[in-house]
C-alpha cells in the first residue's frame, strides 16, 4: 500500500511539473507571435522622420554612472555594515 502511494505521488508531481512546462511554453509562444504580429503594424510607410536621441540620452546615461559611482564611493568609504 505504502508503494502504491510513492507511486501515485510520483505520477502526480510529474503530471504538476509536466503541466507547468506546457503553460511556460504556451505563455512564450504567445509572447512571440504577439510581438512578430506587432512589428508589421509600425512598419507603415509615411512615418516621422528618424529623430535623434542621442545628445539627451547621452547626458542621462552618464548622470546615471556618475551617479552610481558616486553612491558605490560612498558606500566603501563608510564601510561594509554601514548602510547610509
Known amino acids: 500500500m505504502a508503494t502504491t502511494f510513492n507511486i501515485m505521488t510520483h505520477y502526480k508531481r510529474i503530471n504538476m511539473i509536466h503541466k507547468r512546462i506546457e503553460t511556460l511554453l504556451l505563455?512564450?509562444?504567445?509572447?512571440?507571435?504577439?510581438?512578430f504580429m506587432a512589428s508589421p503594424i509600425y512598419a507603415q510607410p509615411g512615418g516621422p522622420p528618424a529623430t535623434p536621441i542621442d545628445?539627451?540620452?547621452?547626458?542621462?546615461l552618464a548622470?546615471?554612472?556618475?551617479?552610481?559611482?558616486?553612491?558605490?564611493?560612498n558606500m566603501t568609504k563608510k564601510g561594509p555594515g554601514a548602510h547610509h
Do not use: N
Open 27 to 35: 505563455t512564450m509562444l504567445m509572447v512571440l507571435l504577439l510581438a
Open 63 to 73: 548622470g546615471g554612472v556618475l551617479y552610481g559611482v558616486k553612491k558605490v564611493r
Open 55 to 60: 545628445s539627451g540620452l547621452g547626458l542621462l
